[in-house]
């Protein structure tokens, strides 16, 4: 049915599958990618009035912001979130703001800096605040621009505390120049003191599914096979950064690995959708790879995205087009006006200076 309604809807529609999304769903998609590349990528395709993103809720809101007018977004199960976006509640960071402005020494060189994983309420309060979002491709990027054009700027860091600590201590920042902001405390747990010296202000969040690699499984995996390679997401924690061979964001991981030589071991710490389908492309190259992990870390809300949703929402869509009045949309992702212009300001200032063109 995926297939048919496929067909009928032709260039009317485009399908976004991610990265981490399962084989089944990814056969049907016209593109993959990452979430920013994604949106992009749909933005792009201006006879498709109907963009089905099969990720979670941030990705759409996110393809939202970025698409034109005529487009409409949506996502074929609204459950399908994030628990690290999440992790961020925009009533939290907003009494944050208002904190840190009041206890910095210098209040006026705070820019919140958010990971594209987070809602659009969080991005817009970047884009109200001259701050800007960023990716795990470009976090390193976005550090440089803000602390040689200030070296004085305190960075906010949203919502995951792991890219910003591994990023920053790579651009130079010690660790004891980042505080780490808890918003179940009071003041989030930072002292005046702390505050007095930070350059960073990280707030406590986490990717579940890269908590799971640990560097016991690095330890394990380098006794099993001394040359082995390993390479992880910057989402994983600080320690097992450390001891990784390689640490990039998932396109860089894709690329590494198939640039690697025949006759190489990879053990790879990320999203096992994503480990499995570099596993047998590589097989025919004999690259070995395999994940970190001995037990699959799945990301259990992309895993909401399955082919009876999909199926259900392209039945609604070609239902619409032949009774509009009759079958209303389904799941339709919308990010009200006044969000929308201020996120895309954080948006488009990330694109801008790392020079990754929206069309």
Known sequence: MISFYKQQLAERMVILGHHYQRDDIIQFADFTGDSLKLSQL??????????VFCGVHF??????????????????????????????????????GEILQQQLPHPEKLIPVTYINSSAAVKAFCGRHNGLCCTSSNCLAV?????????????????????????????????????????????????????????????KGFCSVHQEFTCEQIHKARGEDPD?????????????????????????????????RPGTNWVVGTEINLVNRLAREMKQRNIKVRSLSECPCLCETMYRIDLPHLAWLLDNLYQHCLAP???????????????????????????????????
């Open 143 to 203: 550090f440089e621009f803000l602390w040689q054009r200030d070296p004085k700027t305190v960075v906010l860091f949203l919502p995951d505390e792991h890219l910003g600590r591994n990023t920053a201590y790579r651009y130079g920042i010690t660790l004891n120049d980042m505080a780490l902001w808890d918003p179940y405390e009071p003041s989030g747990a930072v002292t005046a003191e702390q505050l007095a010296h930070s350059r960073m202000v990280l707030w």
């Open 42 to 51: 749909a933005a792009r395709e201006k006879d498709a009035e109907f963009i």
């Open 59 to 96: 990705m759409a809101e996110s393809a939202d912001i970025l698409s034109a007018e005529h487009q409409k977004v949506f996502l074929p199960d609204v459950s399908a979130g994030c628990s690290m976006a999440d992790m961020a509640e925009i009533d939290q960071v907003e009494q944050c």
């Open 228 to 260: 082995v390679n390993v390479i992880v997401h910057p989402e994983c924690c600080f320690e097992v950064a450390q001891l990784a061979d390689y640490v990039g964001s998932t396109e860089y991981i894709i690329k590494t690995i198939r640039a690697a």
């Open 325 to 359: 009045d009759k079958n209303p949309f389904v799941n339709q992702i919308i990010v009200d006006e006044v969000t929308k212009r201020y996120a895309h300001q954080a948006l488009a200032k990330m694109i801008q200076l790392t020079a990754v063109p929206v069309d």
